[in-house]
């Protein structure tokens, strides 16, 4: 399809062009520096019907938004103040997009889930179930959000396009399965093998002296990112609407600034560093391919299918998965939407 590791977001939306224009984009995690406010950038210079901006700090969204209003006026956007550890402010978010959506008469064509952290101490969510904080921001509360707003995703008005989900997973997915027996990493916790972590890490990425695990943690958010996909496919297959999840590659943005300062040291030997506008690319090309079917996967990295971990894709721990965070999040019952 002609894009590959060096391609570029303007690249990508150069080519999609028709795609973006009037329709409307939402997009969670924007902040000066992160990826989020570079797939604004990128789709405003194509005149999309409306930009939603959320995450967590309004200021920061705010400057996002103005920079972008000073080179395209034309385009509408609205921000949305939204922390994905707390569930009654996802809640509340999704209450502000649906007044929003309903004032400019649109729907959500597509939906970015962008958010994310990666912190190197245990925290539990007081407003997110008391679990973890990491699965938390990076899964329930994306779930839940993504569940209240399914509603207002577009059926395909055309044979070429179909409204669409991405999620910002990462290759971090194959560093361990879920951990169903211990999502809290409780001190003491004895995991049944099945979950141990993937074998031969390279030394550092684990701490292995039975403190907290950020690596772990991070890990099996990414995991979950994935199987939310899977879930959603089996559940909205046919609808219309396309899910995929998308590793953007190693980019410098704000993520790591919860890490210590070994995690921030171990990110120096990190190689092939990809600019901002190269790791929103494949993010954009899963959003605008028209040519991007179920069938051919699941999974993209350097604009191409790649093939995930297996337990990523587990149709049972998808299952699984799926019903825990209804639970968590308070969507069982008939709460979801689906």
């Known amino acids: 399809m002609g894009f590959g590791a060096a391609s570029t977001g303007n690249e990508v939306a150069g080519r999609y062009r028709g795609v973006i224009w009037g329709r409307t984009f939402l997009i969670t995690g924007v902040s000066p520096l992160s990826l989020g406010s570079q797939l604004a950038t990128v789709l405003a210079a194509h005149s999309p019907a ?16 103005a920079r972008i209003s000073a080179v395209h006026p034309n385009v509408k956007i609205a921000c949305v103040q939204v922390d994905f550890s707390s569930f009654p402010s996802v809640r509340k978010a999704v209450k502000e997009i649906e007044e929003v959506l309903k004032g400019a008469g ?42 209240l707003l399914l509603p207002y995703l577009m059926p395909s008005g055309a044979s070429t396009y179909q409204s669409r989900i991405i999620n910002t997973s990462s290759e971090a997915h194959r560093l361990s399965p879920i951990r169903f027996s211990d999502l809290n990493q409780e001190p003491g916790t ?51 609407f396309g899910f995929w999840a998308v590793n953007p590659g190693n980019i410098m943005t704000d993520l790591p600034r919860g890490l210590d300062e070994q995690a921030k040291a171990n990110l120096k030997g990190i190689k092939d560093w990809k600019t901002h506008d190269q790791g929103v690319a494949t993010l954009l090309f899963a959003a605008l391919c028209p040519g991007l079917k179920h069938d051919m996967g699941i999974y993209l990295d350097d604009c191409t299918i790649k093939k995930p971990s297996r337990w990523a894709v587990d149709k049972e721990a998808a299952e699984k998965l799926w019903k825990l965070s209804e639970e968590v999040v308070g969507l069982g019952k008939g709460g979801s939407r689906l």
Do not use: W
């Open 50 to 65: 409306l930009l939603i901006l959320a995450s967590r700090t309004l200021t920061k969204i705010e400057a996002v938004a």
């Open 106 to 147: 649109q729907g959500i064509h597509v939906l970015f889930n962008n958010a994310g952290i990666n912190i190197s101490e245990r925290y539990l969510a007081s407003e997110g179930g008391n679990m973890e904080l990491q699965f938390v921001t990076n899964h329930l509360g994306p779930f839940l959000f993504t569940n």
């Open 190 to 240: 004895v995991i049944p093998e099945e979950e141990e972590p993937r074998q031969g890490l390279p030394v550092g990425i684990l701490r292995r002296d039975g403190r907290y695990e950020p690596m772990i943690a991070y890990g099996m958010s990414k995991c979950a990112n994935l199987l939310m996909v899977v879930g959603l496919r089996e559940k909205l297959d046919g609808r219309g």
